[in-house]
């Protein structure tokens, strides 16, 4: 694939984060969570618990998560595409190198607290990041 297409697949991946992000930043608003309850049911698999309200530690932390999703849904296309087409080897290396340590204690953590499924999540989200990542660096 070449730069610019790997380019362009990130910017996609990015918008696709960055929807993701905002309806996961729903949870705090009761009457508009039911996609952020959606995606929290879906990530702790089995699909049972959409229609149970949210508790205020889960609205708080899927506020937090969001906005870091966001910031990073920003840097993969403000940064990471750009670096891409120009064949920066540094931020290409130093994502990849951010994602696996991300998917390492996201996926860890989460089947040591019960939700093993979320680990399946994260393998998408990581390989939907590190596609367009691999062409680009000629030293891993």
Same mark, same amino acid.
């Given at each position: 694939m070449s730069a610019e297409k790997r380019s362009t697949f990130m910017l996609v991946v990015a918008v696709t984060f960055i929807i993701y992000s905002i309806l996961w930043g729903l949870a705090p608003y009761e009457s508009a969570n039911l996609p952020a309850r959606f995606i929290l049911d879906l990530a702790d698999w089995p699909f049972d618990k959409t229609s149970l309200a949210l508790d205020k530690n889960t609205m708080w932390l899927s506020s937090i998560g969001a906005g870091l999703l966001a910031?990073?849904?920003?840097?993969?296309?403000?940064?990471?595409?750009?670096?891409?087409?120009?064949? %920066?080897?540094?931020i290409i290396r130093t994502t990849a190198v951010a994602m696996v340590v991300w998917y390492l204690i996201d996926s860890v953590g989460s089947i040591?607290?019960?939700?093993?499924? %979320?680990?399946?999540f994260n393998t998408i989200f990581l390989i939907m990041v590190l596609i367009p990542l691999w062409g680009g660096c000629r030293k891993w």
């Open positions: 910031a990073f849904s920003i840097i993969l296309g403000g940064i990471v595409a750009p670096a891409i087409k120009e064949g %920066n080897q540094s040591a607290s019960g939700v093993a499924s %979320n680990a399946f």
